[in-house]
């Protein structure tokens, strides 16, 4: 299996787990979307000018998990390689979805999430995605205006390379809401538990990401050898 390849299966990966986080979130905490905070800050801004809303206070401290997430893999990165954040964002999911199975279905459902805010927002930045494509792993609405460009370009002008971004960014949407579905059936098995099935993506994810590091590391060592 080459480079290029290993990449996109990784990263397809994530993208099913970043589903899953956004699933479980849903389906166990009252509809929150746990990977974004578009509709978090709407409901800040409305609270601002009047809006009734008894849990502001928990949304401004969603916001700043999110924000100390995607912070700390820009300073994390200056100390690390690319390779070794994506294996740090990795442990981090692994850990969020076995704490997050231990939480009583009475607790707050903005507390409850605050561990997917940060994971999610930390893999968001160390997954940016594959084949030369920029492509989240956490949401897809951006992923679905790719697909739906790439094929009607295609269509348009018969162009190759927009044929290819169609379906890399579709087979994207399908790991998403596959990542989705996998939730809803994990949460329908064991409930508030279900969390815990997540973490099977989770490995398979980290033997990729070991396996592109150990790619590289052979090309590099190729190069060097040839260069000598």
């Known amino acids: 299996m080459d480079e290029a ?19 479980y979130g849903v389906l166990s905490r009252h509809d929150i979307l746990g990977s974004a905070q578009t509709g978090n800050m709407t409901a800040l801004a409305m609270d601002v000018v009047g809006h009734t809303d008894e849990q502001w206070f928990f949304r401004i401290l969603a916001l700043v998990i999110y924000i100390v997430a995607v912070s700390t893999t820009v300073i994390v990165s200056h100390k690390i390689s690319k390779m070794n954040l994506k294996r740090l964002s990795i442990l981090i999911d692994g850990a969020v979805l076995l704490i997050i199975g231990f939480y009583p279905a009475e607790m707050n459902p903005f507390v409850a999430l605050f561990p997917i805010f940060f994971a999610t927002a930390f893999q968001w930045c160390s997954f940016k995605g594959a084949d030369g494509f920029v492509s989240s792993s956490i949401f897809c609405t951006n992923n679905l205006r790719q697909c739906v460009t790439g094929f009607t370009e295609y269509i348009c002008s018969r162009d190759k390379q927009a044929l290819h971004r169609g379906i890399y960014f579709g087979k994207v949407l399908i790991s998403f809401y596959g990542g989705v579905a996998f939730s809803f059936v994990a949460c329908q098995m064991l409930d508030l538990k279900g969390a815990w099935i997540g973490i099977v993506p989770v490995v398979s994810a980290f033997a990729l990401c070991n396996a592109e590091y150990v790619l590289g590391k052979i090309k590099k060592e190729d190069i060097l050898k040839a260069s000598a």
Do not use: A, Q, S
Request: proline content about 0%; cysteine-free.
């Open 5 to 23: 390849t290993l990449e996109r299966r990784l990263h397809l990966n994530m993208t099913l787990i970043g589903g899953f986080m956004v699933g």
